[in-house]
């Protein structure tokens, strides 16, 4: 039997590899494979490692910062909102118009949860000062007279964790309401914004390390502890809602260090012993406790 023309082993390798539609439109080059998104993401992760850094700082700046009047915290609280409407209504527009959220508007929609905790947290802040102003002494304290809108030695009392500790938990409630929908469609892409919305309360605590000590005469009151468990709840509970274990397993483990942080910095009140800061780790991991148990951690 004799060899066919090498003619004719080219024309079937190139009838083999080139695809042809029912139209009878042939596509060439396609080789059958997807296309690699593993460069797009890896610059999506800088990006967004970026940006955390660039945020994160941002926040840590202004909660140690000295000398900043009352009116700046309207400035912060009003720019941080507006930056999150953009955000979300970039997000919202894409979700309304395809019907799933990608993950680049999954950054995008964690973004927008971060600046709306900035916009709230320092918005709860400028929103206490205008209350003393207008002679309201419910978060004033007698020891530091309310002095002023452009004044910048003033701060309040304790009572202001709470007022604080309530919007987090109000943030909360309304980015579970907007996130646990989209699990009905596999599609939708919302890990990362699963993950801030877990840690915002967190962020909270962080931030409040230098101004709510100082707001309780520098030691853990009981408005820092109560705002502490129960924030770390919440946060705790958001992981679980997300369905994610490492999620879970990461705000587990933040709770619980953050009672060491908050030891380490605050000062016992005269005549009192140490360690009221690590007493919320008991009740911490009563909830830590509860909340594993749940067979929605995978």
């Not at 030695?153 to 980015?175: D, E, K």
Request: charged residues 10%; hydrophobic residues 50%; aromatic residues 12%.
């Amino acid at each position: 039997m004799s060899n066919p023309p090498p003619r004719r082993i080219a024309e079937k390798l190139g009838a083999q590899s080139t695809p042809v539609t029912e139209s009878g439109v042939v596509i060439s080059g396609s080789s059958g494979k997807g296309p690699s998104y593993g460069l797009q993401r890896l610059g999506q992760l800088w990006l967004w490692g970026i940006a955390l850094l660039a945020i994160w700082g941002g926040l840590f700046t202004i909660a140690f910062a000295q000398g900043d009047s009352n009116n700046r915290f309207a400035l912060l609280g009003i720019g941080g909102m507006i930056s999150a409407l953009i955000f979300f209504a970039v997000v919202d527009l894409q979700r309304r118009r395809h019907g799933v959220i990608t993950d680049l508007h999954d950054y995008m929609l964690a973004m927008s949860f971060f600046f709306a905790s900035i916009g709230l947290f320092w918005g709860i802040r400028y929103a206490v000062a205008l209350s003393a102003s207008a002679d309201i002494s419910y978060f004033v304290s007698p020891d530091r007279p309310f002095t002023g809108m452009e004044s910048t030695g003033w701060y309040p009392n304790a009572n202001t964790i709470y007022a604080q500790a309530a919007a987090a938990a109000l943030l909360a409630a309304m980015q579970w309401l907007y996130l646990k929908p989209m699990e009905a469609d596999s599609r939708n892409m919302n890990t990362v914004s699963w993950f801030v919305a877990c840690v915002t309360p967190f962020a909270l605590l962080l931030v409040g390390l230098g101004p709510w000590v100082n707001w309780s005469e520098g030691y853990v009151s009981y408005e820092i502890g109560i705002a502490m468990v129960s924030l770390s709840a919440i946060s705790m509970l958001l992981a679980v809602e997300s369905n994610n274990g490492l999620v879970f397993a990461i705000t587990a483990n933040i709770a619980s260090f953050l009672t060491l942080i908050y030891e380490i910095v605050h000062d016992a009140p005269s005549g009192a012993a140490a360690g009221g800061a690590l007493s919320l780790m008991v009740f911490i991991v009563i909830v830590q406790g509860l909340l594993a148990a749940s067979p929605r951690l995978d």
